[in-house]
């Protein structure tokens, strides 16, 4: 089973900061890694597919980078509305995996 | 507009059956992958299962392989996950979540709003 560990569990940020995420994996992933928002009360969305593609309608300020067992998800200057929980998702070995989640709180 | 409707959530006892649907809607649902992904309370994400467009490639996760039964009917429109020999730690709300065009089945890139299971004598 491949595991993800995502840090850190939990992230105090100001607006306009800028947050980073990491996921790291226990094996090689390659770019099979996707990144998901989930805010309270609603279902998951999809912020970023294999590692770096943003998918379609996310904000320009998230981005996702690294390839074979350490990734990052950056939030470019942080807004009110990010406040969350991310969540990272391998698809390598199709078992599907998710991170634990971090989540992000607004000062 | 994709739209993933679940529906079949409710009380059962340890040891009990469930079948859930996902009524789809919006997009060509026989040319993509589905799956089911669950949360327990106050938990993070567990992938459950997952179905090609076609029916013919089916992944389970460790956890529910040999009791639960992913299946779909295209000419509904509907997924379904069958789920027997319930235990407590299969308390969640169950989503159903749609994957990409073809014969993949990751990314998740449009997700229903759950239906709640809770396992409990």
């Known amino acids: 089973e491949i595991v993800l560990t995502q840090s850190p569990d939990f992230q105090s940020a100001s607006p306009k900061e800028e947050v980073t995420i990491t996921c790291r994996a226990s094996q090689y992933i390659g770019t099979s890694l996707h990144w998901y928002q989930q805010k309270p009360h609603q279902s998951p969305k999809l912020l970023i597919k294999?590692?770096?593609q943003s998918f379609s309608g996310v904000p320009s300020r998230f981005s996702g980078s690294g390839s074979g067992t350490d990734f990052t998800l950056t939030i470019k200057s942080l807004e009110a509305e990010d406040s969350a929980t991310y969540f990272c998702h391998q698809s390598s070995n199709l078992q599907g995996t998710f991170g634990q989640g971090t989540k992000v709180e607004i000062k | 507009e994709v739209q993933l409707l679940e529906s079949g959530g409710a009380l059962v006892p340890p040891g009990g059956s469930l079948r859930l649907s996902c009524a789809a809607s919006?997009?060509?649902?026989?040319?993509?992958?589905m799956n089911w992904v669950r949360q327990a309370p106050g938990k993070g994400l567990e992938w459950v299962s997952a179905l090609s467009g076609s029916g013919t490639s089916i992944y389970y996760g460790d956890s529910v392989r040999g009791r639960f039964t992913i299946s779909r009917d295209n000419s509904k429109n509907t997924l379904y996950l069958q789920m027997n020999s319930l235990t407590v730690e299969d308390t969640a709300l169950y989503y159903c979540a749609k994957g990409p065009y073809g014969s993949g089945i990751f990314p998740l890139d449009d997700w229903g709003q759950g239906t709640p299971v809770t396992v409990s004598s």
């Open positions: 919006g997009f060509s649902f026989s040319n993509f992958g």
């Open positions: 294999f590692a770096s």
